[in-house]
Structures are given as C-alpha cells and as structure tokens.
T-cell receptor, first 113, second 115 residues
Framework: EDQVTQSPEALRLQEGESSSLNCSYT??????LFWYRQDPGKGPEFLFT???AGEEKEKERLKATLTKKESFLHITAPKPEDSATYLC??????????????FGPGTSLSVIP | GAVVSQHPSWVICKSGTSVKIECRSL??????MFWYRQFPKQSLMLMAT?????????EQGVEKDKFLINHASLTLSTLTVTSAHPEDSSFYIC???????????FGSGTRLTVV
C-alpha cells in the first residue's frame, strides 16, 4: 500500500535555530515529490517539486533534498513567519491516464521569536 | 503561474440540504482535478479524481452518491455534497495538475459547516 509519513508531528524552534523535517515514503512508483506549506484555514501553497534521488532545491531559508526513500526539508535560521504546517506529497503513476497524489500527515512548525 | 479558484470559501447549511462547491482553473486547462477533504489538524485525504468528460474515480470508502463530482469542461469541476449531515462538516480542497514546475495547484478551500 502506498504510504507517506512525516516526522516530527510538531516542531518548536527558536528564531534562528535551524532544523530539518522528514518525509518518508513507500510507494509503488514515484513520479515526483512535492513540498507544500499550509497556513490555518487556507489551501496548501506550493514550495518545491523533486523528481530524482540526489536532487536539491532551494528557496530563501528552505532547502529540499530527495533520496530513494525519503525527503528532507531543511530550514535555515527560521523566522516566526515560517510558522506553518509543512506537507509532503508524492505523485504516483497509475495505469489510468492520470497520476495519483497522496499526502503525508504534515509537520506543524512553530518558530518562537 | 497556475491559479485555481474555489468557491464558496465558507458555507453553512442545514442538515438534509445539498451544497455545491466549484473549482476553476483560471489560466490553464485541467483535464484532471482532485478533490480532498481535511479534518482539523489532519492532512489532506484524497476523495476522488475528476476527469473531464468522464465519470469521477472515487477512493475507497468515499460514497459516490453522497459526493457528486462533475467535470463538465476543462476549466471547471464541481463537488456537490448531497443530503449533508453534521459529520460532513469539513474543509474541502480541490487541486489541478499538469504543470510540473508548479506541482499541483490548490484552490483556497471551502469550509463546510452543517448545522
């Protein structure tokens, strides 16, 4: 069964304290892995897409990396405005004409000033 | 970038009534749209995949007669919650894909409260 897990479930950081979020997946096939940020009461906001092991992408204080089994979202010197839930999702090729996208449970990040 | 518009953003309805939620891709054509449901402090659960011009594909455990999905054009998919009950109260989000550099673009979500 295709499955995506994320850890930790919640993370509290002091402003400036760097850390990493983990996304582990067990899927029948992987076409892409996405990271999203979600603020309360809003839809997910796209951050990154990763396609192959070894790939890295950066945006401001965030860097996403991918291996064959997991992905990490590194947050460098976070600020309070980085507080949000970070969701990982995987795109799984199907026998039909479309791919399926399933999400992990998310990591709730709180950055304390 | 790709934009998906979802309406309404919040709706309160009485038990037994039906509610329609619209999802539109504004600047691209989406042959496939996805409908998700999200309970408080939980992740997104895929409900169904909507394909333009054909029947939707529902995930296991999702009642297709209760959650009616229509994808009549390349830019519009609708989700109708029929005979709504309080347990249907949730946050419903649509997404449309196809543009890899943008991942799958999400609507802003609809908060449904059934009283």
């Amino acid at each position: 069964e295709d499955q995506v897990t994320q850890s930790p479930e919640a993370l509290r950081l002091q402003e400036g304290e760097s850390s990493s979020l983990n996304c582990s997946y067990t899927v029948s096939g992987l076409r892409g892995l996405f990271w999203y940020r979600q603020d309360p009461g809003k839809g997910p906001e796209f951050l990154f897409t990763l396609y192959s092991a070894g790939e890295e992408k950066e945006k401001e204080r965030l860097k996403a990396t991918l291996t064959k089994k997991e992905s990490f979202l590194h947050i460098t010197a976070p600020k309070p405005e980085d507080s949000a839930t970070y969701l990982c999702a995987v795109q799984i090729p199907m026998k039909t004409s479309y791919d399926k996208v399933i999400f992990g449970p998310g990591t709730s990040l709180s950055v304390i000033p | 970038g790709a934009v998906v518009s979802q309406h309404p953003s919040w709706v309160i309805c009485k038990s037994g009534t039906s509610v329609k939620i619209e999802c539109r891709s504004l600047d691209f054509q989406a042959t496939t749209m996805f409908w998700y449901r999200q309970f408080p402090k939980q992740s997104l659960m895929l409900m169904a995949t909507s394909n333009e011009g054909s029947k939707a594909t529902y995930e296991q455990g999702v009642e297709k007669d209760k959650f009616l999905i229509n994808h009549a054009s390349l830019t519009l998919s609708t989700l109708t919650v029929t005979s709504a009950h309080p347990e249907d109260s949730s946050f419903y989000i649509c997404s449309a894909g196809g543009q890899a550099s943008y991942g799958y673009t999400f609507g802003s979500g609809t908060r449904l409260t059934v009283v």
